[in-house]
């Protein structure tokens, strides 16, 4: 999944179609800014339209900005697709809009909405490393100094010291301002997990979590991972293939680095760890790996939250 896709090229041509014929009955270049701002998009957008054009031209312009838009980091459930589409889908009656425009603008909301989920959870991950520029594995947010991941990661190989690195992603070059130091907080646990103090503490967001969600065999899961090290992936959509009071088994590719990695469910809560091979005493089926449940840690991390 690509989260930073809020419009395919299929949908390109249709859009420009259906937001033509809002242009022809909102033809005054007033109406049309007063519309667009009254659907909260933030002035950067606006700045880059010309509101005085053809409706054609301006349906074709309004596709454009939405196609090219950047989200904010500091605004991730913000993109002006969504609010125009979702405001045009409320005033349908008013614009006299055609059925199968607003089952398109419908359809590509709930993209768009989806897609701010997935940018939001994505933000809480980061990929642990040790020593800086090493990666080691992933962890999650879960407040704004504590990190929740894998404690193997650690206990394989005698790590003494972690950096966390937030926002490391296709096309982004590693910066050293986003490498936080991590320390590790000591735990008696039979589980393997590991929750990490981050010094300083981040501004950022922490991930939902849902202690008590149900987990069942056959529930779609999604992972976010740094799979060998790499730029952070949000995977496809997998199944949990096994529930165990204390574990889970999913289908999800992953490979070494996605250690430690948040496993969500459809509503983009947080519901379990990735842990990979869990060890000697417990096997599991070809294909699948296993996952560490929240509420199999939660009497331990909970104390944490606040």
């Known amino acids: 999944m690509n989260p930073e896709i809020f419009l395919d090229q299929q949908d390109i041509t249709p859009l420009i179609m259906a937001l033509n014929n809002f242009a022809l009955k909102l033809s005054v270049a007033s109406d049309r800014q007063n519309f667009l701002e009254n659907t909260g998009v933030d002035f ?3 700045s880059n339209l010309r ?4 409706p054609n031209i301006f349906a074709q312009s309004l596709v454009s900005a939405f196609k090219n838009y950047q989200i904010s980091h500091q605004n991730l459930n913000h993109h002006p697709l969504v609010n125009v589409l979702k405001s045009l889908c409320e005033l349908e009656s008013i614009y006299g809009l055609k059925y199968q425009d ?5 359809r590509l909301v709930e993209k768009g909405q989806e897609n701010l989920k997935a940018l939001a959870a994505r933000n809480t991950v980061g990929r642990i490393e040790s020593p800086i520029g090493n990666p080691i594995g992933t962890g999650v947010l879960i407040t704004n100094d504590l990190l929740l991941t894998c404690n193997h990661i650690f206990s394989k190989s005698q790590v003494q010291k972690a950096w966390v690195r937030f926002g490391y ?17 000591p735990n008696n646990s039979r589980f393997d997990y590991a929750l990490l103090k981050i010094n300083p503490q981040t501004q950022q967001k922490a991930i939902s979590i849902d202690e008590t969600s149900i987990l069942d065999s056959g529930q779609n899961i999604r992972i976010i991972h740094h ?8 995977s496809d959509f997998g199944q949990i293939t096994q529930v165990g ?3 889970i088994d999913h289908n999800v590719k992953t490979d070494d680095g996605s250690s430690g990695a948040p496993i969500f469910n459809r509503q983009w809560e947080l519901i379990a760890i990735h842990q990979g091979n869990p060890g000697i005493g417990r096997t599991v089926n070809r294909g699948s790996t296993g ?3 929240i509420r199999a840690i939660w009497t331990q991390i909970s ?3 606040g």
Do not use: C, H, M, R
């Open 102 to 106: 607003v089952e398109l603008f419908t």
């Open 245 to 247: 009071e204390d574990y």
């Open 291 to 293: 996952g560490i449940p």
């Open 303 to 305: 104390p944490y939250l």
């Open 227 to 234: 799979p060998q090290g790499n730029p952070v992936i949000i």
């Open 44 to 46: 950067a957008f606006l």
């Open 51 to 54: 509101f005085d054009t053809s």
């Open 169 to 185: 992603k296709a096309g982004k070059y590693e910066s050293e301002k986003d490498i936080l130091e991590l320390n590790i907080i």
